[in-house]
């Protein structure tokens, strides 16, 4: 049960309106009981000094007119009941508890001595005070004192001049003021924290309106509208921020959308026209009856068409498995000469026959995946065989690169610093500058206006990106037309490789 109520979503409005009410209730609360507590003070305080006036008259009666009986009884007998206000009753008695005389009905009021407070001493303005409720609607504030008077002539039977006064101080008024005053303060708590929980529903209803507003907005959104955006109203300042973060991820939605929609254009293209070939060969080969020479004539050029066909799924795969993070990295150190004669030897025997010379240069120990450096390496000498007529050159050099935080805008890598680069370059017929910035996209092909065998599908420099790319590393190009090209791929070292956060890969 608890687990329940704890996991479940309050909405914002009950969360809002529920805080003011709190607040409101705290708030009146606090403010009630303080101005309670000054009521209260100010109206003990006022009783107080009401019955200690009441002593203080009766102390000098005694003292400066001791024989005067008549003024004695006026103030303790008569007084109290011709009052209204401040509704008082005395009792006069003598220190040994003989009682000299006290005010109509006192005896009813007034408690017997032992209920009384301890009489304050003679030098004393105001001993205790002690409440004393004699019914249930009534309140007495009761306060003792001694009091002495000169002595008379055949005044008293007994001679002893020390008397106890006990005054007692109607406080029901007072009482009744502080209940009302109690029970308004309740209604007003409750009416506040009402009207609070009501304004606090308005109010937060009103606030969020804008975030029903955002999130109608993106709701419109659909697969077809991506361009839409939710920015274009002016919203609170609060959602602005929301609002924009929200557009920066259509947007790099809409972008990846529209790669992906081009990537699957270009793919399907590239399977329609080898599949179409294929199908043209075989029906043109079924429509009669033809010798084994033409049937192995068609099954030779078909064969052609399947390994271009699985070049470009082995691609495809490939670059889809880079994206889904399916590949992990067998990173070591090795000696870049040692994979480079290799590299070589495989295509030495194109070169040759093209009568290009391959060369190369320097060493250096690399930190990479050996398979994926083979590829890359593989990929950026094929184009540079086949972009370079006979008699030219192609030369891979191996270098140290130092530590520098410029980086040239055709770097594809999400850092240039630090590393073993290699430069492959040819003395071939390089790449018009208009393409130079978009050679290394998927399908993008310069020339395709040349002959079928010799346009490439178009990845083998979007895998040399995604290579460098998973090695935290980078790939360039510089080009002259007529002149040459060179290709540098930079693999970081693994001080600079950890400082950036790549994934690991693994090979399927
Ligand atoms: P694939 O490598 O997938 O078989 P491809 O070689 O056409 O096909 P990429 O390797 O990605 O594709 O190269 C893209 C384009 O860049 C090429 O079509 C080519 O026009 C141009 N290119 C690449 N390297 C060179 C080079 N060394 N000299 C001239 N042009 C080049
Ligand atoms: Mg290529």
Excluded at 97 to 119: F, W, Y
Excluded at 375 to 393: C, D, F, P, W
Excluded at 443 to 465: C, E
Aim: hydrophobic share 40%.
């Amino acid at each position: 049960m608890l687990p329940k109520l704890r996991n479940r979503s309050w909405s914002i409005v009950f969360r809002i309106s529920a805080a003011y009410a709190a607040i409101t209730i705290a708030l009146l609360s606090i403010s009630g009981a303080c101005l309670y507590w000054c009521l209260k003070v100010s109206l003990d305080e006022n009783a107080r000094s009401t019955l200690a006036d009441k002593i203080s008259v009766l102390r000098q009666i005694l003292r400066e007119r001791p024989d005067d009986e008549e003024a004695l009884e006026e103030e303790v007998k008569w007084e109290s009941t011709a009052r209204h206000q401040s509704v008082f009753y005395g009792r006069l008695q003598q220190n040994d508890g003989t009682l000299v005389m006290q005010s109509p009905g006192a005896e009813n009021l007034i408690p017997d001595s032992s209920k009384c407070p301890p009489a304050a001493n003679e030098n004393q303005w105001l001993g205790e005070t002690r409440e004393y409720r004699p019914g249930p609607d009534k309140t007495m504030l009761l306060a003792s004192a001694k009091m002495a008077s000169p002595p008379v002539e055949k005044r008293y039977s007994n001679p002893d001049r020390h008397f106890v006064y006990t005054v007692a101080l109607d406080t029901t008024p007072e009482q009744r003021i502080l209940g009302d005053y109690r029970n308004n303060l309740l209604l007003v708590l409750i009416g506040g924290s009402i009207a609070s929980a009501v304004a606090g529903t308005h109010v937060a209803k009103r606030g969020i309106r804008p975030i029903h507003q955002i999130s109608a907005a993106a709701h419109r959104i659909t697969a077809n509208a991506l361009a839409d955006r939710v920015g274009a109203t002016a919203w609170p300042r609060e959602l602005a921020g929301l609002a924009a973060e929200f557009d920066g991820m259509l947007q790099r939605l809409e972008e990846s959308f529209k790669r992906l929609s081009q990537f699957s254009a270009d793919i399907a293209h590239e399977l329609r026209t080898p599949i179409n070939n294929l199908m043209g060969e075989a029906e043109v080969a079924l429509r009669r009856v033809r010798s084994s020479e033409e049937y192995a004539r068609v099954i030779a050029s078909s064969l052609e068409e399947y390994h271009r066909l699985s070049a470009l799924i082995d691609s495809l795969l490939f670059l889809a498995r880079a994206e889904n993070a399916d590949l992990l990295l067998h990173r070591k150190w090795f000696q870049a000469s040692e994979e480079l004669t290799q590299i070589l030897s495989y295509h030495e025997l194109q070169a040759s026959e093209q009568g290009i010379t391959l060369l190369s240069f320097g060493d250096a120990q690399i930190y990479a995946d050996a398979t994926l450096f083979r590829r890359a390496l593989s990929n950026v000498i094929a184009n540079a065989l086949k972009h370079t007529a006979s008699g030219g050159t192609v030369t891979v050099r191996v270098r140290e690169k130092p530590i520098t935080n410029a980086s040239s805008p055709a770097e594809t890598g999400p850092t240039a610093s630090g590393g073993v680069e290699l430069l492959i370059e040819d003395t071939g017929e390089g790449i018009p500058p208009e393409h130079l910035s978009r050679i290394f996209d998927r399908f993008y092909r310069v020339d395709t206006s040349r002959a079928r065998s010799t346009v490439g599908i178009g990845l083998g420099l979007a895998i040399v990106k995604t290579i460098m790319e998973l090695h935290a590393g980078s790939a360039d190009v510089k080009s002259e037309l007529g002149k040459g090209t060179c290709v540098s791929l930079v693999f970081p070292r693994p001080n600079v490789t950890q400082q950036i956060p790549s994934r690991d890969f693994q090979i399927a």
